[in-house]
């Protein structure tokens, strides 16, 4: 699959006319069926197509499935319905439906407007890269990474990728119990354009999550065809290639990075549409968390509102008050994460991540908020600019 992909549809239209409007959604992209509201629920969860065509006979309840589909997956629906009359059309837009066509529809007429719908989804859906990164080692970063991609993906149900760029020493997949048997150097070496398909054929999934993961190089020596001299073609920025490739198929890329300033982190960070940065409260941390803060804020020219820092373990901070941490940085402290050994370590020795194996813990809600407090920023802003498209 290339990153302009084929339309993904989905059809629920009562049996006798089921294969006929599937033959004509067929020329547009690749069509899925459900026969039931939970099929198309579960499809839409999971797969998030570019269209949903409803047949207002297949389900009683079709407006009300429509307005769901609309409102919490953010999907869009095309309805088509028997009944002609000015009031079966206003209904079906007041369930938030994109269009309304009657049925018998022409198949050119059916044609065009799946057409039209599934292009502006597919060039708006474009996902967001939130880099976290971190100018002090063991400071939380990974953590983070893993569980937040983990609560955008079972609690926000959105489309989420995992990319390690810690090149040296990632443990992404680690920390989701996986031993992977590919990884972001065989993106690399792979010859020809960068293909969604390239890209996935090295990702790992766990049992536990939706998440998909791209793993970091299993030695650290093959970091350098990723971003240094080992590279197929010095030319390319292999990082780049594949960040904006992600998001092109997942509402969130998330990437979790190493204390360095090489061409691969550089690049997250410029892609990167937030930067979670994370820090400790302690003094070795905060001073080169402010050295690092002025780095992305001066030199590398980042807005402020691309930056947000993570206090991680904050209530551990032994006689530093928050504000005293704040003008330590220079820069406000936007979320804060309780301290839990007990969970964080436990988890990542059990290879599960904490929010899925100790979900109300006081560390789980914390990642749990600030994952919904991205969701608010970033999100919610889209899909109302989708709202108005269209
Ligand atoms: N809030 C927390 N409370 C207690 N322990 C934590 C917390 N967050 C992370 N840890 C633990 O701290 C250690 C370092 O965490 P992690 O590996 O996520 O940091 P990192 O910044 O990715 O490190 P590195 O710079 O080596 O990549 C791990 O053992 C992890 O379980
Ligand atoms: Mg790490």
Redesign the pocket.
């Known amino acids: 699959m290339s990153p302009e992909r084929e339309a993904r549809l989905l059809l629920m239209a009562p049996a006798h006319r089921r294969d006929a409007l599937s033959e004509v959604l067929k020329d547009i992209g690749t069509v899925r069926e459900a026969d039931t509201p939970e099929r198309v629920r579960s499809f839409a969860r999971q797969e998030r197509p570019d269209l949903v065509v409803l047949h207002a006979e297949a389900d009683a309840e079709c407006l009300g499935l429509c307005a769901e589909l609309e409102q919490s997956y953010g999907v869009r629906v095309l309805v088509i319905g028997r009944d002609a009359g000015m009031e079966a059309l206003r209904a079906a837009m007041r369930a938030g439906a994109r269009d309304y066509l009657v049925d018998p529809v022409a198949p050119g007429e059916l044609r065009s407007a799946v057409a039209r719908l599934a292009q502006v989804e597919r060039r708006a859906r474009r996902g967001h890269v939130v880099t976290i990164f971190?100018t002090k080692?063991?400071?939380?970063?990974?953590?983070l990474a893993a569980n937040l991609a983990v609560v955008l993906a079972e609690r926000h149900h959105q489309r989420v990728a995992l990319c390690d760029l810690?090149l040296e020493?990632g443990?992404a997949a680690t920390l989701f119990g996986l031993r992977p048997t590919a990884s972001i150097v065989d993106v690399c070496r792979h010859p020809g354009a960068m293909t969604l398909a390239a890209i996935g054929e090295a990702m790992s999934h766990s049992d536990h999550s939706q998440v998909d993961i791209l793993a970091g190089p299993p030695t650290p020596d093959l970091a350098a065809f990723v971003d240094g001299e080992g590279k197929r073609d010095p030319e390319r920025n292999y990082v780049q290639e594949i960040l904006r490739t992600l998001r092109m198929a997942y509402d969130w890329v998330i990437v979790d990075t190493?204390?360095d300033f090489g061409e691969g982190v550089i690049t997250a960070l410029d892609e990167a549409e937030r930067i979670l940065f994370?820090t400790t409260p302690d003094i070795p941390a905060l001073q080169n968390s402010a050295k690092g803060l002025d780095i992305l804020l001066e030199r590398l020219g980042y807005p402020q509102e691309k930056l947000s820092v993570v206090l991680?373990?904050g209530n551990a901070a032994m006689g530093l008050m928050e504000d005293e941490i704040s003008a330590a940085l220079s820069h406000p402290i936007r979320h804060m994460?309780?301290?839990?050994?007990d969970v964080?370590?436990r988890a990542?020795n059990i290879g599960m991540p904490l929010v899925l194996l100790r979900g109300r813990s006081p560390?789980a809600r914390a990642v749990g908020r600030l994952g919904g407090e991205l969701v608010h920023d970033l999100e919610r802003p889209r899909v109302a600019a989708l709202s108005g498209e269209a």
């Open positions: 971190g080692g063991g400071v939380g970063k990974s953590t810690d020493f443990c190493a204390v994370v991680n373990r994460l309780p301290s839990d050994g964080a370590v990542a560390l």
